[in-house]
């Protein structure tokens, strides 16, 4: 990455203090389960390899590509797997629930 694409994120939000603030505070305040599959997240896991694919990331509820003012937002801050994160790409998903498909 160069400077330029650095600089850009930065102002974009996706680095700095800011966002490692906003990251904190969902990790303390989180229910660290994955918004996506709704299955839990191992938090010791993510401190150990935080590339793993099961690993804790912040998801935007609302994608940053549709609206980047709605970086630092905690009310657009989720938990995510790194793998279902991924997955989602920039697509708004329903958070999941755990709710049988049994009536």
């Not at 505070?25 to 660290?32: F, M, R, V």
């Not at 709605?70 to 958070?95: P, Y």
């Amino acid at each position: 990455m160069d400077d330029s694409e650095d600089a850009l994120n930065k102002r974009r939000g996706r680095s700095g203090r800011p966002l490692n603030r906003l990251k904190q505070w969902l990790k303390e305040n989180g229910d660290h389960v994955c918004c996506v599959c709704a299955r839990p997240i191992d938090m010791e896991l993510s401190r150990i390899d935080r590339n793993n694919k099961w690993a804790w990331t912040l998801d935007h509820h609302i994608p940053l590509s549709k609206a980047p003012h709605l970086a630092l937002e905690r009310s657009n801050a989720r938990e995510a797997h790194r793998t279902c994160n991924s997955a989602k790409g920039n697509r708004e998903v329903r958070i999941a629930t755990n709710a049988s498909r049994r009536w």
